[in-house]
C-alpha cells in the first residue's frame, strides 16, 4: 500500500522568503508528525497531530513555523522569512495513534530545504 | 525527562559478522523503544518496537533487540552483518507520543 509521501523532495530557495512543504499521511492513520532532521541538531520533533485535537505545537522553534492539517489528512508545514539556520530535511510521520502509545510512526522520504 | 544516548558514532564490521548497535535510555515509568534505519535520501524505516513483555524483540531484516532493564540498554543485532545493512541507525524513546531520538549510528558493513 501507498506510504506517507512528502513534496517536494527538494526545495531551495533565498533567505527572506516562504515555503511550503507538503505531506499526506497513510489513509485512515489518525496521527501526524513532522520532524526536522539536520547536522546540527539530529531529529528534533517539531508538531503533532491526532484527529480533531489541539496540536501540540511544542517543537516548534520559532513563531516561524506554523503547520495545519485539513480534513484530518494532509498537513502543510509553513515556514515564514525563511533564514539560513531553517536548512535541513523536513520529515512526516504518521501512525495509527488511537490512544496507544505503542504504535509505531511511519516516515516519508522528507524534504529538503535549503536556504541560501 | 525521557532520553536514548547512542554512545558511538560508528560501528564497522566485516560482512557476516556478528553486528550489534547500542543504545541506552534514561526514562521514568515504563520505556517504549524503537529501533528506525535511514538509507541513504530515503526516510526512517522502522525496524522493532519493545512496548511490553518478552525483552527479545525480533524485526524486520533478521535485526533484534534485547531489552535490559537493569543496564537500561536496548542494543540492536544482527547475527550475520550484510553490505546492504550499511546505514544510519536511529535509537528513540516515545513520550507524550512523540519520539525522542538519538544521535544515531552508522553502520558500515564491508564485503
Known amino acids: 500500500g501507498a506510504g506517507v509521501s512528502q513534496s517536494p523532495s527538494n526545495k531551495v530557495t533565498e533567505k527572506g522568503k516562504d515555503v511550503e512543504l507538503r505531506c499526506d499521511p497513510i489513509s485512515g492513520h489518525t496521527a501526524l508528525y513532522w520532524y526536522r532532521q539536520s547536522l546540527g541538531q539530529g531529529l528534533e520533533f517539531l508538531i503533532y497531530?491526532?484527529?480533531?485535537?489541539?496540536?501540540?505545537k511544542s517543537g516548534l522553534p520559532s513563531d516561524r513555523f506554523s503547520a495545519e492539517r485539513t480534513g484530518g489528512s494532509v498537513s502543510t508545514l509553513t515556514i515564514q522569512r525563511t533564514q539560513q539556520e531553517d536548512s535541513a530535511v523536513y520529515l512526516c510521520?504518521?501512525?495509527?495513534?488511537?490512544?496507544?502509545?505503542?504504535?509505531?510512526?511511519?516516515f516519508g522520504p522528507g524534504t529538503r530545504l535549503t536556504v541560501l | 525527562a525521557q532520553s536514548v544516548a547512542q554512545p558511538e558514532d560508528q560501528v564497522n564490521v566485516a560482512e557476516g559478522n556478528p553486528l550489534t548497535v547500542k543504545c541506552t535510555y534514561s526514562v521514568s515509568g515504563n520505556p517504549y523503544l524503537f529501533w528506525y534505519v535511514q538509507y541513504p535520501n530515503r526516510g526512517l524505516q522502522f525496524l522493532l518496537k519493545y512496548i511490553t513483555g518478552d525483552n527479545l524483540v525480533k524485526g524486520s531484516y533478521g535485526f533484534e533487540a534485547e531489552f535490559n532493564k537493569s543496564q537500561t540498554s536496548f542494543h540492536l543485532k544482527k547475527p550475520s552483518a550484510l553490505v546492504s545493512d550499511s546505514a544510519l541507525y536511529f535509537c528513540?524513546?516515545?513520550?507524550?507520543?512523540?519520539?525522542?531520538f538519538g544521535a544515531g549510528t552508522t553502520v558500515t558493513v564491508r564485503a
Open positions: 528513540a524513546v516515545r513520550r507524550d507520543y512523540k519520539l525522542s
Open positions: 497531530f491526532q484527529g480533531n485535537s489541539a496540536p501540540d
Open positions: 510521520a504518521s501512525s495509527l495513534d488511537m490512544g496507544l502509545v505503542g504504535n509505531e510512526q511511519f
